[in-house]
């Protein structure tokens, strides 16, 4: 069992930056594959980046390539996600989840996690 808790939300105008973390419980985190999804409002969750269990192979959306940057920390138990040149369109709810397959990173798939945390609000103004 993963329990899964997001921070770093909030308001930033178009242009800026803001790091979200997300903080894991329990020792097997390194064991996970990690990724983050967002929800607009009206929208189907999407894929946004995931990590692999080492951190050194990562994927992302076309939508955030270039812009986002996922990151993890084993030895803290948790994974980042850096937002740079933030757009109104990356208003979302952002998650993080965690997943034991390998297709958790290569397809983005969410029903390839097992856990997820309750998300974090990020809002960019125009």
């Known amino acids: 069992q993963v329990q899964l808790v997001e921070s770093g939300g909030g308001l930033v105008q178009a242009g800026g930056s803001l790091r979200l973390s997300c903080a894991a419980s329990?020792?097997?985190?390194?064991?996970?594959?990690m990724g983050w999804f967002r929800q607009a409002p009206g929208k189907e969750r999407e894929f946004v980046a995931a990590?692999?269990?080492?951190?050194?192979?990562?994927y992302y959306a076309d939508s955030v390539k270039g812009r986002f940057t996922i990151s993890r920390d084993n030895t803290k138990n948790t994974v980042y996600l850096q937002m740079n040149s933030l757009k109104p369109e990356d208003t979302a709810l952002y998650y993080c989840?965690?997943?034991?397959?390998?297709?958790?990173?290569?397809?983005?798939?969410?029903?390839?996690?097992?856990?997820w945390g309750q998300g974090t609000q990020v809002t960019v103004s125009s």
């Open positions: 989840a965690a997943g034991s397959s390998s297709r958790a990173v290569t397809t983005g798939s969410s029903w390839e996690y097992d856990y």
């Open positions: 329990g020792r097997t985190f390194r064991t996970y594959y």
């Open positions: 990590s692999s269990r080492s951190g050194l192979t990562t």
